[in-house]
């Protein structure tokens, strides 16, 4: 569990204290000092205080290097997130709790009215951050309370909280909209699962039935994030007018670092390696790396992992026989080893364990995996077409 010191989380904290004990599970209580404040030592040690009165574990965790000078909310907000990520994964754990309220949906919707590009805050989803909060689930289970009615239950106990004084801080457009009275908490924008569509995964992107894409926004939205391997979305003006030329006629478009074209009554929603770039990475056997943001891969052989784009004809005839079974657009952004003193590229799933992310990734982003329990079954197989409804 995320826990600040505020009044929603402290709350949430004694709540979740109590549903650990009854359940048999171990808590661990996660502080990010962001080290913007003279005081935020003292109220990480508040924090800890508090999760050992409650039986929990603890641990801290700290944003350290050179301070954006602008920008200072979404980089301390993604800063924070990347680090709740690592630790859950570290501790064997699938799922963040966090203490947010119907206030915050409120505070969000807000912000996003005045122009601000904040995500709507949801009861259950994926963790916002990409690599790293690949696996890891967030839950929000105070999302219809309202936060005096949480401080006032605390005051009730004789609990007390810290106020953050960037809470009130008019430079910062929550701090604005919150002392302007947010009103009434509105419904989250993509609340709950989407239906069930059916879904090839291949070369780390998608084919999706073309009615599909063309009726739903938030599958073709997802899609081509994850099949892009970046963090944020396209938005959501240009995937409205990407629907109406699909609805309208055969094509092939790029958006957001993904290449979308029509195949027949299917869309093959790809990685686009063109003016993005796809990366080159050094690896050694052992460890886990992450490719493009959407392969895993673990290595039998020192090397580098770059594209397949431009060395197909160096492949041996199997990798080239593999290579082949891809669609054309995805051939050129699946990756490959050069290994250390050898003069001939391997296809990467030839090379080591290749494990590709963009299965579990969108069923998240699509509300599919509905317990902490459920991630395992949409873990991706192997990289080859997979029917899935």
């Not at 690592?86 to 409120?106: F, K």
């Not at 069923?363 to 990289?383: C, F, N, P, V």
Request: hydrophobic share 45%; glycine share 10%.
């Amino acid at each position: 569990m995320a826990v600040s010191g505020g009044s929603d989380s402290t709350a949430l904290l004694l709540l979740a204290a109590e549903w650990a004990r009854a359940a048999g599970r171990r808590l661990l209580v996660l502080t990010v000092d962001h080290g913007l404040h003279s005081d935020s030592g003292q109220w990480t040690a508040a924090a800890s205080a508090l999760a050992e009165r409650v039986g929990a574990d603890f641990q801290t965790l700290a944003w350290t290097g050179t301070k954006p000078t602008t920008g200072l909310p979404a980089a301390a907000r993604r800063a924070r997130h990347a680090l709740l990520a690592q630790a859950a994964r570290d501790a064997g754990a699938r799922v963040v709790l966090m203490g947010h309220t119907a206030d915050d949906r409120a505070e969000a919707a807000a912000m996003r009215a005045s122009g601000a590009s904040v995500g709507d805050p949801l009861e259950w989803g994926p963790s916002p951050v990409w690599p790293e909060g690949r696996e890891v689930m967030l839950l929000r289970p105070l999302m219809d309370a309202r936060r005096a009615e949480l401080q006032a239950w605390l005051a009730g106990q004789g609990a007390t909280w810290i106020e953050d004084p960037a809470n009130v801080d008019p430079r910062w457009l929550r701090a604005r909209v919150r002392a302007g009275g947010a009103g009434s908490p509105a419904a989250a924008e993509e609340g709950g699962p989407a239906p069930l569509y059916t879904v090839q995964t291949v070369g780390g992107g998608f084919i999706l039935r073309r009615t599909d894409a063309a009726a739903s926004s938030r599958l073709l939205r997802a899609a081509i994030l994850c099949a892009s391997g970046r963090e944020a979305p396209p938005r959501r003006e240009r995937i409205e007018a990407l629907q109406a030329r699909l609805a309208s006629g055969d094509g092939a478009w790029t958006l957001a670092g993904a290449r979308i074209a029509t195949v027949r009554d299917q869309v093959l929603v790809a990685r686009e390696p063109g003016r993005t770039g796809l990366s080159s990475v050094a690896v050694a056997p052992g460890p886990e790396v992450i490719w493009d943001g959407r392969f895993a891969f673990v290595a039998d052989h020192p090397g580098r992992l770059v594209p397949a784009a431009g060395l197909r004809a160096r492949l041996s005839a199997a990798d080239r026989a593999e290579l082949a079974k891809l669609p054309p657009a995805m051939r050129g952004a699946v990756p490959v080893l050069l290994r250390d003193g050898q003069t001939a590229p391997v296809l990467a799933q030839a090379a080591g364990r290749l494990r590709p992310l963009v299965l579990r990734r969108l069923a998240a982003a699509l509300g599919w995996i509905g317990t902490e329990g459920d991630a395992a079954s949409w873990a991706d197989g192997a990289d080859g077409p997979q029917p899935l409804s």
